[in-house]
């Protein structure tokens, strides 16, 4: 715990007197997913540690749901490291109007994990895009 508040303090500082933290690194995610069985969790992105404290954010597209489809959407973060915990749960059913799911940008220390999977609980097999960018923090 002490070590955690030394990494704020630090990042903290640096922000409050101009020690600018920029981008060291950007790792694109990309691709599509496809549950290979109803009620199967898929995972579609995970990482698992850093160098660096990261920013993490992205979107899957649920546009191919159809009637009679339903998908739930679960992200994860391990706040210690280890122990994955839901952070956000959702259920889509059926035609999306609006089906681009955002996943906001979360600033994670080097140390936790993150993880967004995708289970589809009825309907016909779907193949869902998806693309999360990871920027990793460093110090000019």
């Keep these: 715990m002490i070590d955690l508040l030394r ?6 500082k640096a922000l409050l007197f101009g020690d600018p933290v920029v981008i060291a690194s950007k790792t694109p995610y990309s691709g599509s997913v ?5 009620n199967v969790e898929t995972t579609v992105i995970e990482i698992t540690g850093e ?3 990261y920013i993490v954010e992205g979107y899957i597209d649920l546009s191919q749901m159809q009637s009679g489809d339903e998908v739930e959407v679960r992200e994860y973060i391990a706040v210690d490291g280890t122990n994955y915990r839901i952070f956000l749960k959702a259920t889509f059913s059926g035609v999306q109007e609006q089906p681009v799911v955002r996943f906001h940008a ?3 220390l080097s140390s936790m994990k993150y993880k967004v999977t995708l289970i589809q609980r009825a309907g ?11 920027e990793v923090m460093g110090s000019a």
């Design 7 to 12: 990494k704020i303090l630090v990042k903290l």
């Design 34 to 38: 496809t549950p290979t069985d109803l």
């Design 51 to 53: 160098s660096d404290d």
């Design 106 to 108: 979360k600033t994670l």
């Design 124 to 134: 016909t097999l779907r193949t869902f895009p998806y693309s999360f960018i990871k």
